[in-house]
């Protein structure tokens, strides 16, 4: 095991709120603490301190999140905090994603479809590597790794290490990379093909952009190099190389031959079961599809849908759960919760949903019952794995907070930012009665509320003049609503006003999704429409208004925890104001406005005694959504550049030339896409579009 530690690199220094934070917590970890709170508001430096504890307690480290874009945040951030130790990311290697599926009321059978991301496929490998072979490894999920993965001790057997001198044949060599699942090629040549030249095997990595050359000497190795695929540099001469598996549901050929006759019997066990039931059609149904099945895995030690029989191959008893990447960890870990409001309750829900879906494909001859122990991890199944928890979250449930054994509240930042002021506006004129009384019943004296002289004739027209007010300032401003509908009419309102105005939902993917914000942050937009997405892991420093409408309608959408995150999209702003337009107080937002007093006093007297003066947060627009892929970005900047240069004399090029141009542009904007770098792979789409449509207005006038 290597013994690299973490080495934390950063220009900033904790703060007295932070050290105190961070004290509590590593304390609670040396005191063996398996659950403990963190309760971070916004702008307060979390990330930070999840940096300092994992270096002050040198554990290898799960850092969880609740979906794919706010994980490659986290792992651009703590790359950057981290540069010479191994952060990985590990996320759904899916671009596009259909399981397969059978809805018995249309009698309609829907084969399973899937686009890997061959980038994040190598990041996923690259995780599992790093955790079996070094002890500073930081791993960045989203919940798709409670999902089955492949055994690791499997993963390990199949592995192999090479030295220089050691007489290990190049036919042998040859096996046991297609034992690993690495493919021969003998013209295309990428992650998980190897190629064979005289003397010479090639390995592409399968979790690196790198190529392994091993020369022989007869049955001797005689060299070991280390070569950039591109350029075809030496990077390195290693004395020996350990070559892992190509994809993580790998199984020793031995294993498969030993198995197959339990399948078997299990095959005729079900199908005489639906004869028995007079279900003939599932029985013929069922045994084709395993029995070809079997004859691929017989065959080539592979077949499509092997995981459906990782019960059998891991050897695992009926109803046993899968291995998944927390089996690769080590007994002493430590698992950080982002966002654990909405992690746990996402992460709970996995199994329930797979098996509805898999339950009908084995009723009705699709799959043998085996099928259904390929799943996540139940919740209790995940708890049982864990090691030591810290939960991080603005709004902890109660579920974290019962299980704490220490809470620490994170109230101040390092800019001395408040939380948002609160002001109520009443949905119409003849609600302004109720809702002020009720803002005195609750004590809520200081808090500014229209004048009832001032009252619009609705929610609209009010908003209409705060919008005014914000973006004659340079600032931006987010309206919550409570359906898609709402959001789309709201912005066709706004639009036709000259207000410059989109909106966001769900249905968007994700690069225009990261595009809409970053154009927001640059000025091309003032106000962002959208429902739920404007909560978790938005950093919008240039937005001051927040507006809540319907802020009473109680539900998902508008319950304390919503309203509290939303309110929290304002906090990175000097001038942060949150307004509710509502026609009463309900519980929910009682409890946000408690909260976010609650805080605003803290963070008041903490300025105060500590003599620091608000500011408001700067940063730069690239940064917000950058993804760091190694070292990836920076060194494909100049093919990226290249592509655009050679647009230029794209009209005296031959029609071969043409063609390969357009090829090269498509490949770069994809590994672009893949890694994230959403800027560059957008450019590179509409340099794609201008050559494919060259008399479209359109395209010209956006470029």
Not at 16 to 22: D, G, S, V, Y
Not at 24 to 38: I, K, P, R
Request: net charge neutral; with cysteine; hydrophobic share 35%.
């Amino acid at each position: 095991m290597d013994l690299n530690k973490f080495v934390l690199k950063s220009k900033y220094s904790p703060t007295l709120a932070q050290k105190t934070c961070i004290s509590s917590l590593t304390d609670g970890l040396e005191a063996g603490y398996t659950d403990q709170v963190m309760l971070g508001v916004t702008g307060s430096g979390k990330t930070f301190v999840m940096a300092n504890l994992i270096k002050n307690v040198q554990k290898p480290t799960l850092v969880l999140a609740h979906n794919k874009t706010l994980a490659a945040q986290l792992f651009s951030e703590f790359k950057e905090y981290f540069p010479n130790n191994s952060v990985k990311y590990f996320v759904s290697y899916y671009d596009y994603y259909q399981p397969e599926a059978y809805i018995p009321k249309r009698d309609l059978y829907i084969e399973k479809e899937s686009q890997i991301n061959e980038v994040i496929e190598k990041y996923r490998n690259a995780a599992t590597q790093s955790l079996l072979t070094r002890s500073d490894t930081l791993i960045i999920a989203s919940v798709s790794c409670i999902y089955g993965l492949g055994d690791p001790d499997d993963y390990m057997s199949l592995s192999r290490t090479v030295r220089i001198g050691d007489k290990y044949s190049r036919d042998k060599f040859l096996r046991h990379l297609s034992d690993m699942q690495y493919e021969r090629s003998h013209i295309d040549f990428y992650g998980g093909l190897f190629r064979v030249r005289g003397d010479t095997v090639e390995i592409y990595l399968s979790s690196d952009d790198k190529i392994v050359r091993i020369e022989y000497f007869g049955d001797e190795i005689e060299s070991i190099k280390i070569i950039n695929p591109v350029s075809g540099e030496i990077l390195e001469k290693p004395t020996k190389v350990e070559i892992f598996p190509a994809k993580h549901f790998v199984t020793p050929y031995e294993t498969l031959k030993e198995v197959i006759p339990t399948i078997e019997s299990d095959l005729k066990n079900e199908v005489d079961a639906f004869k028995t039931a007079n279900k003939m059609v599932e029985a013929y149904r069922l045994e084709q599809r395993v029995k070809f099945d079997m004859e691929m895995m017989r065959e080539t030690g592979y077949c499509s849908g092997i995981e459906n029989y990782s019960r059998y191959i891991n050897k695992r008893s009926p109803g046993s759960a899968p291995s998944t990447l927390l089996d690769y960890f080590p007994d002493d870990w430590l698992l950080i919760v982002d966002e654990s409001h909405i992690t746990i309750p996402q992460t709970r829900g996995m199994y329930h949903g797979d098996l509805a879906r898999k339950s009908n494909l084995v009723d009705f001859g699709f799959r043998l019952k085996a099928a259904l122990d390929n799943r996540p991890l139940k919740f209790q199944e995940f708890r049982s794995r864990l090691n030591q928890t810290i939960y991080c979250s603005a709004t902890p449930e109660e579920y974290e907070l019962s299980l704490a054994q220490n809470k620490v509240e994170l109230l101040v930042r390092p800019t001395g930012l408040l939380d948002p002021q609160i002001e109520l506006r009443p949905i119409t004129v003849e609600s302004f009665s109720k809702l002020k009384a009720e803002t005195i019943a609750n004590g809520y004296l200081e808090m500014p509320i229209t004048k009832e002289t001032e009252c619009k004739k609705n929610q609209i027209d009010d908003l209409l003049i705060e919008v005014e007010k914000t973006t004659k300032k340079g600032s931006r401003v987010l309206i919550t609503t409570l359906t898609k509908r709402m959001a789309e009419d709201l912005s066709s309102y706004l639009l036709e006003l000259n207000i410059k105005v989109t909106y966001i939902h769900s249905e968007l993917d994700a690069i225009k999704r990261v595009e809409l914000l970053r154009d927001l942050r640059k000025g091309k937009y003032d106000v962002l429409v959208g429902i739920n997405l404007l909560r978790e892991g938005l950093d919008l420093p240039e937005v001051s208004l927040i507006v809540i409408m319907d802020a009473d309608k109680e539900g998902f959408l508008r319950s304390r925890t919503s309203l509290v995150q939303t309110i929290g999209r304002a906090a990175r702003h000097l001038e942060g104001k949150v307004i509710m337009y509502a026609g009463h107080i309900t519980g929910s937002m009682k409890y946000a406005i408690d909260e976010t007093l609650r805080r605003r006093k803290a963070q008041a007297e903490y300025n105060q005694e500590n003599n620091i003066v608000a500011k408001s947060i700067q940063k730069d627009i690239k940064e917000t959504f950058k993804i760091i892929a190694g070292d990836k970005s920076s060194k494909n900047k100049n093919e990226s550049d290249d592509l655009f240069k050679r647009v230029e004399l794209y009209s005296i090029l031959s029609d071969n030339e043409k063609k390969r141009l357009k090829k090269e542009i498509e490949i770069e904007m994809n590994i672009r896409a893949d890694s994230l770098e959403f800027e560059v792979a957008a450019d590179l789409r509409d340099l794609l579009s201008l050559i494919n449509h060259p008399v479209n207005p359109k395209v010209h006038n956006k470029l």
